[in-house]
């Protein structure tokens, strides 16, 4: 008797825990769907608020007076259409890939770079920029100092290609694998790479011949601001990679020499005697300024603010180095202590 009421309690008791492993299974599932339709919501109101305000901006450009007689406009519409598509391509590739692990960051990340570009590109910083090398030096500063390291670091890549259905995903990633592609995408994304593109990106457009075409040719323009951000993109990118692998001495190394050339760069410009660029000897006068005093200050912007973002990382990645090498050099192993006499 005893034996038969101690079996029938044990497969109660088996029972119940089966019913609390479903329970709690149920509220497991339900609070996966509900931090997932957190994340979708946040995603969602994200790019939703971007693509608004990227759609204000250039409506509010396309009403104003003269706009038309611009070509400010036609960069501003032909800017819109790229920066819709990643929008979008970012939002459904978050949706599909749902909540992990540090996808918040990257999703901020991600949003705000795109809407420092957006504001880059859309703005009346760009229209600006056609009548003062003030305001153009401001546009390409945000481009590469402040858009570029936060696209960067939101990792947009693979969240784009999750926005493909499958097959087409399969058919990418095949592309990829081809031995010409990795080759090339392998020497692109090198550290050194990145540097020597964004350095003789940086100096070449102010180049006075290529910078002056660049504003009497809209496509010359376009095409100036691809490279700068481009190669901005490579160069954070080489950063990134040789933080992920623990060489935060080169990091530091590569950001130091970027301080001094762009510093030169931006003190050869403050400097001049005379300004570089004839277009904007018609165009500074308007606003108070001359063509010289006007590029004076551009010089200064790329000089004083773009060198201290670069120090600014330097130094943080300076005391990580550091830190880690002084850990790593800490001995690891202790020796007890001798007690007694003798």
Do not use: K
Request: glycine share 10%; charged share 10%.
């Amino acid at each position: 008797m005893r034996v038969r009421a101690r079996d029938s309690m044990v497969r109660r008791l088996s029972a119940v825990r089966m019913r609390a492993g479903g329970l709690r299974a149920g509220v497991l599932r339900a609070g996966g769907l509900r931090a997932g339709g957190v994340l979708a919501g946040g995603v969602r109101r994200a790019v939703g608020l971007s693509i608004a305000l990227t759609l204000s901006s250039v409506a509010a450009h396309a009403h104003s007076p003269g706009a038309a007689a611009t070509s400010g406009g036609d960069s501003e519409l032909g800017a819109l259409l790229p920066l819709a598509i990643c929008a979008l391509l970012f939002f459904a590739g978050s949706l599909r890939l749902g909540w992990t692990a540090g996808r918040g960051l990257r999703i901020a990340a991600f949003v705000s770079g795109w809407l420092a570009l957006a504001l880059a590109l859309l703005s009346p910083i760009d229209t600006m920029g056609a009548d003062l090398f003030s305001a153009h030096m401001v546009q390409h500063e945000v481009l590469m100092l402040v858009a570029a390291p936060l696209l960067v670091l939101g990792h947009p890549l693979p969240v784009f290609l999750w926005a493909f259905p499958a097959s087409a995903r399969r058919r990418i990633a095949s592309a990829c694998r081809l031995s010409t592609v990795q080759t090339v995408w392998a020497t692109l994304t090198q550290p050194l790479s990145g540097w020597l593109l964004h350095a003789a990106a940086l100096w070449g457009w102010h180049a006075p011949a290529l910078f002056e075409a660049a504003l009497e040719h809209p496509w010359v323009h376009t095409l100036q601001h691809l490279t700068f951000l481009l190669t901005a993109l490579l160069f954070w990118n080489g950063l990134l990679r040789s933080r992920s692998t623990g060489n935060d001495g080169a990091s530091v190394l590569y950001l130091f020499t970027t301080t001094v050339h762009s510093g030169v760069l931006g003190a050869l410009i403050t400097c001049a005697t005379h300004p570089w660029f004839p277009h904007y000897r018609e165009t500074a006068p308007a606003f108070g300024f001359s063509a010289l005093e006007d590029q004076q200050l551009g010089g200064l912007i790329m000089w004083i603010p773009g060198s201290l973002v670069y120090v600014g990382i330097g130094l943080f990645l300076l005391a990580r180095w550091v830190s880690t090498s002084s850990q790593q050099l800490r001995p690891t192993s202790t020796y007890p202590c001798r007690h007694g006499g003798g």
